[in-house]
C-alpha cells in the first residue's frame, strides 16, 4: 500500500465506526438477466404465431445449456452432423454464461467444477479430450492443467472481525463445537468410503436406508445425530445453500450428505476437494462445446412450441431479433429446457410443481481487490453467517505479478422466502437497491468497498436452479421426467434435482447417445 | 453570566476534540503499520477508553492546587498526543513488538484525558448551577467528539497527514492550558514554572509540525542502517538506495538486493557455474535482474550475441541505466548494444512464442508472497522450457538453504518435477548469508568450465567446491511447488519465522 491510498483508506475507517457513510453517487452498471422478460411475453401468449419459413434436421436440440451443449458435442461425436441447437439468450451456456469487461472475463453463474469422481467417466473423458487432463501417473491419477487447478489460496472466512483460511470456521469455536465438527467429518468419511453418493446421482446405491435420508429435511437429521451448534449448523447450511439455494430446513437429508459424500475425485497434482476454475467460470466449459458447432448453434431462437407430429417432432421458434418464426421438422428432438419451460411449451407433458431458487448475481469491477491486511486473498471469499453467500475472484487464476484491477462476482440465494415471492421482489428492486444490497453484505469484511467500485452489474436468475426439496430426488415426480418419449428426449439437470455441471453433462451425453441409437 | 466560565467550557469542547483525535490517530497507525484495522480499532478503542476510566478514577487522587494539575495535565497531553504519531512511527523500524509501546501510548493519552473532565468540573463547580455544569460539560463533550470524528477523514488525514495533525492537535491542548493560565493566574501558585513549561512544550510541537514530513521520512527510513540517497515508490515495488562510505546497498519493498560490497559474489555464482558450461550459448535470457548486474556478468563471454533481459519495473531499469553511480557497478551493461531490455510480466511475456535461448537466468525476488510464487511453479518451469533450446540450462536464485532450508529443497524438487536434471549449489555471500542456486537442464551439463577473464569470486576451484552441502543444508523432502498449493511461499514463511 503506498501513502497515498494509506491515506485514503485510512480516511474511510473512522467512518465505519462513527457511521458517516456519505457516498451518495450513481453507480454505473445494469441489471442483465436471463431473457425474463421474452420468457413472461411468451407466457402471455394467446395465440401461437404462425411460422413464414420451413427448415428440416435429423435433431433439434432445444436450449443451448450445459446438457443441450453436451448432446450436441456426443451427437457430432457420435457421427450425427445434422442438427440445430436454439436457444433463446444471445449467447448459449445457460446457468453457465459468463460475461467480459475491458478489466476481466467472469461468471455469470455456474464457476467451477470439482475434481470428477470415478464414477463420472463421460466428464473425464470430455476432460481429456479438451486437454484438461494432461496424463495420468502411476497411480492412474489423472494430471490435470494446473492453470485450470484452483490456485493458492482457495477459500477464507471472515469470522469475528478477521479472515482466516478455508470455510469450516475454527476461530473462537467451544471444545463441543469442535467435537461436532469431527464428528460430521467421521460420518462423512464413513459415506465416502462406502461409495453410496456418487456424481451423476442416477448412480447412487438404491440402498432403502440410504434413499430413506431423502425423506428428512438436512436440519431434522443434523438434530437425530445430536448436532445442533451454531458453527457446524451454519456451514452446513452454508454447503447447501451455495449449491443447492436452499437451506438445510428447505432441501433433503439425501442431497445435503449428497453434497459433502460426493466429491471423491483425485488427482497427481492437487488434493482431494480442489476445483477446476476459470476467470470466466464455467463458462470456459461452454466455450469448448461450442467450439465446433458454427452454424448448428443459433442463438436468440425462443422455441414457442413444440409437437410430436407422427413420427416427427415439430419444433417452432421465433428469432428475437426479427421477430420471423421458424418451424423446424426433425427424425427426433431434444428438449435441454428447464421443465418449468418445457411442460408449458409440449402439450401433454405431465406437469409437476417444482420448485426453483432464485439467485442474484452481481459482478463488481474494482480498481483493486479491497486490501484487507493481514491475509492473502483467496479465489472464495465467505463472511461468517452472513445473509449472502460471499465472492470469488475473476482474476484469482491470472498470473499477473501485480495487484491489479479486478472483477469479483458476488452470489445471493433469495432462500429467505417463497420462491415465487422473490420473484416478484426480485422484478421491484432498482439497480441502485441491489447496489445497496451487496454492499451491506460485503461492508463488514471490506468497510472501504464503496472507494473501489467502478461498476456493478446484476443478474437476476428467477428460476436459477432446482431445489432437492425432501421426496423429489428419489419420489415418483422425478422418476416420470425421466422417462424419454421418443422421438422427444429430455436432458436437463433439472431432471437431477440438483443443478451441476456434472448432472447437466452426463444427462446430455446420455440422452445423445439415446437419440443416435433411435435414428438407427 | 461572567465570560469566563464559558471560556473554560470552550476548553472542554477543544479537549474533546483532541482526545479523540489521538485515539483515532493510534488506531489508523495502527491499522497501516498492523494491518486488519477491525482488531486495531477495536482494541485502540478499548485500551483508550478503560485507560479514561482509570483516569477518572485517579481524579479523586488529586486535592490540594486542582488548577495547577489541570495545567500540568493538559501540557502533558499536548507533548504526549502531539508526538504520539512520530514517536509511534520512529520506533515501528527499530521495537520488535510494536505493539508495547503502542497500548502504552495510547494508555496514557487515555489516562490524563480520563482526568481532564473530572478536574475540570470541579474546577467549574460553583461558577454553573450543578445541573447546568454537568449538561453544559457533557453537551461540550460530546460535540467535540463529533467534530473530531468528522475533521479527522475530511481535513486532518487528506491534508495534513498523521504526525502533523497530532502536532496541530497537541498544540491546541497546550494552548487551553495557556488559556487557563491566562484566567485562573490567581489561583495558580508557581506561575512562572507553568509557563515555562508550556512555552517549551508549544515550541517543541511547532518545530514537530514544520519538520513533520521529514519525520515521517526518517521514520520509514529507520529500517534502513545506512543513509538512504535515493527512494521511490514505483507501481510495483518501493526503491530505495542507500549509501555509507563506498558501500551502495538496493532494497526492494525494504528487502536487500544487493551490497556493492559483496554483490559480485552473488553474480558471479548466479551466472558463470552455469554459462561458463555451455559453449555453444549465443542468446541468453535474463528474467529479474533488472540492477543490470546479472547482465554484466554474462556480457564478459563474447560468444554471447544477445541478452534480453525481462523486468517488471520500467522505473528500476531506467533507474540502472541513467544513474551514473548505478552504471559504474553494472559496467553499463544495461546500454550495451547486446542487451534488450523488456518491461513485462515474465508470466505474460512467456506466454508467446519466442526464438529459443540457450541460457535462463531467473533472479526473481524470494518467494514471500503468492504473485512471486507463481514465478517459481511448475507451469512457469513448463512455460520456460518452451523458449529454451534443447542444450539449454537454467539458472534459478533459490534463497538460502540454510535459513530457508526447506525452500531451497522445494525449489529443487519443482524443477525435477518437470522433467529437469539438477544440480543445487551455494555460496557464501556475507550481506545475505549462505545463498542458493539451482542449475537445471534437460541432459545433465558435462563439458568443462571455461571461465572468462577478470572473476574476484568464482574460480576452478572455487566451481567445485560450490555443489559440496554440509549436513545442516543438505537435501531434505519437499513437496513440489504448484499453482494450486503454493508450497514454496508457505515453506518460506515458516522457514523465515523461526
Ligand atoms: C447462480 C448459479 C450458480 C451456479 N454455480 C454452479 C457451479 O459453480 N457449479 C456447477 O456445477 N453448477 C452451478 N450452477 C448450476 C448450473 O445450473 C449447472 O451447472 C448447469 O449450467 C445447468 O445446465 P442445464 O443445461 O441443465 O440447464 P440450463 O443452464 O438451465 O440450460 C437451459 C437452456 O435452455 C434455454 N432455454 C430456456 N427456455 C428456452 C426457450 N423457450 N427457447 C430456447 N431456449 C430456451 C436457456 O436459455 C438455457 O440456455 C449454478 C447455477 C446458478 C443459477
Known sequence: ?520 | MNARPWLLLLSVFAIATCGLVYELIAGTLASYLLGDSVTQFSTIIGVYLFAMGVGSYLSRFVTGNLVGTFIRVEFLIALLGGCSASILFLIFGWTISFRIPLYSIVFLIGCFVGLEIPLLLRILEGRFAFKDLVSNVFSFDYIGALLASLLFPLVLVPHLGLVRSAFLFGLINAAVGMLALVMLRNEIPRLRSHWVTGLSVAAILIAGFIHGSEITRWGEYAAFPDPVIYADSTPYQRLVLTKKNDELRLYLNSNLQFSSKDEYRYHESLVHPGLSRLPEAKRVLILGGGDGLAAREVLRYPRVESITLVDLDPAMTELFSSNAMLRLQNADALKSPRVKVENADAFAWLAVERDPFDFVIIDFPDPSNFSLGKLYSTTFYQRLLKVMAPKAALVVQSTSPFVARQSFWCVDATLRACGLQTEPYHALVPSFGEWGFILASRQPLSGPAILPEGLRFVNEEVLAQLPRFPPDMSRIETEVNRLNNQALVHYFEEDWAR
Not at chain 1, 434413499?211 to 437429521?221: F, G, I, K, P, V
Not at chain 1, 428469432?319 to 418464426?325: A, C, H, I, K, L
Not at chain 1, 409440449?346 to 452481481?362: D, E, H, K, M, R
Request: hydrophobic content about 40%; charged content about 20%.
Open chain 1, 1 to 520: 500500500m503506498n501513502r497515498r491510498r494509506f491515506l485514503q483508506a485510512s480516511a474511510a475507517a473512522p467512518a465505519l465506526w462513527t457511521g458517516s457513510c456519505t457516498r451518495q453517487q450513481v453507480i454505473p452498471g445494469q441489471i442483465v438477466g436471463a431473457s425474463a422478460s421474452i420468457g413472461h411475453r411468451l407466457r402471455d401468449l394467446r395465440a401461437l404465431p404462425k411460422p413464414s419459413r420451413f427448415l428440416k434436421a435429423d435433431v433439434i436440440i432445444a436450449g443451448g445449456g450445459i446438457a443441450g451443449l453436451a448432446a450436441a458435442h456426443q451427437l457430432q461425436k457420435t457421427g450425427v452432423q445434422n442438427f440445430v441447437v436454439l436457444d433463446l439468450e444471445s449467447a448459449a451456456g445457460g446457468n453457465s454464461i459468463s460475461g467480459r469487461n475491458a478489466v476481466s472475463a467472469y461468471p455469470w453463474g455456474a464457476h467451477y467444477v470439482p475434481l470428477p469422481g470415478r464414477d463420472c467417466h463421460e466428464i473425464l473423458a470430455f476432460f481429456e479430450e479438451i486437454g484438461l487432463i494432461q496424463g495420468h501417473d502411476a497411480a492412474g491419477r489423472p494430471i490435470y492443467d494446473e492453470l485450470a487447478l484452483c490456485h493458492e489460496a482457495h477459500e477464507r472466512l471472515f469470522i469475528h472481525g478477521q479472515w482466516e483460511s478455508g470455510l469450516q470456521p475454527r476461530t473462537g469455536l467451544k471444545p463441543s463445537e469442535k467435537e461436532e465438527f469431527e464428528a460430521f467429518d467421521a460420518v462423512i468419511q464413513s459415506f465416502q468410503e462406502r461409495r453410496a453418493f456418487t456424481l451423476p446421482l442416477d448412480r447412487s446405491s438404491r440402498d432403502p436406508a440410504w434413499l430413506e435420508l431423502d425423506r428428512l429435511t438436512m436440519s431434522a437429521w443434523m438434530a437425530q445425530q445430536g448436532w445442533t451448534s451454531i458453527p457446524l449448523r451454519w456451514y452446513v447450511d452454508y454447503c447447501c445453500r451455495d449449491d443447492f439455494g436452499g437451506s438445510i430446513d428447505q432441501v433433503s437429508a439425501w442431497a445435503g450428505i449428497h453434497y459433502f459424500a460426493s466429491r471423491s475425485g483425485e488427482a497427481a497434482n492437487a488434493t482431494r476437494g480442489t476445483v477446476l476454475t476459470w476467470p470466466e467460470g464455467n463458462g470456459y466449459l461452454v466455450n469448448q462445446l461450442v467450439k465446433s458447432l458454427q452454424s448448428r448453434l443459433l442463438p436468440g431462437h425462443v422455441i414457442l412450441h413444440m409437437q410430436q407430429e407422427k413420427n416427427t417432432v415439430q419444433t417452432d421458434a421465433m428469432d428475437v431479433s426479427t421477430g420471423e418464426v421458424i418451424r423446424f421438422e426433425s427424425r427426433a428432438a431434444v428438449c435441454a429446457m428447464p421443465r418449468f419451460i418445457a411442460q408449458r411449451l409440449i402439450p401433454g407433458l405431465p406437469t409437476f410443481a417444482l420448485s426453483y431458487a432464485p439467485w442474484v448475481v452481481t459482478n463488481l469491477t474494482l480498481d483493486e481487490l479491497p486490501p484487507s491486511p493481514g491475509v492473502l486473498p483467496a479465489w472464495d471469499s465467505v463472511i461468517y453467517r452472513g445473509p449472502a453467500l460471499g465472492y470469488i475472484n475473476a482474476t484469482h487464476q491470472g498470473l499477473n505479478a501485480v495487484p491489479q484491477a479486478t472483477v469479483i462476482t458476488h452470489y445471493d440465494v433469495l432462500s429467505d422466502r417463497p420462491p415465487q415471492q422473490a420473484r416478484q421482489w426480485m422484478q421491484s428492486q432498482s439497480h441502485a437497491d441491489w447496489c445497496q444490497r451487496v454492499f451491506a453484505h460485503l461492508q463488514p469484511a471490506h468497510p472501504d468497498l464503496p472507494d473501489h467500485v467502478q461498476q456493478v452489474d446484476v443478474w437476476l436468475w428467477g428460476h436459477g436452479m432446482i431445489r432437492p426439496d425432501p421426496g423429489f430426488i428419489w419420489g415418483t415426480d422425478r422418476a416420470q421426467m425421466l422417462q424419454q418419449r421418443p422421438p422427444m428426449f429430455f436432458a436437463h439437470s433439472d431432471m437431477s434435482g440438483m443443478s451441476l455441471f456434472e448432472e447437466a453433462y452426463t444427462r446430455g451425453v446420455w440422452v445423445a447417445d439415446e437419440v443416435r441409437t433411435w435414428l438407427g
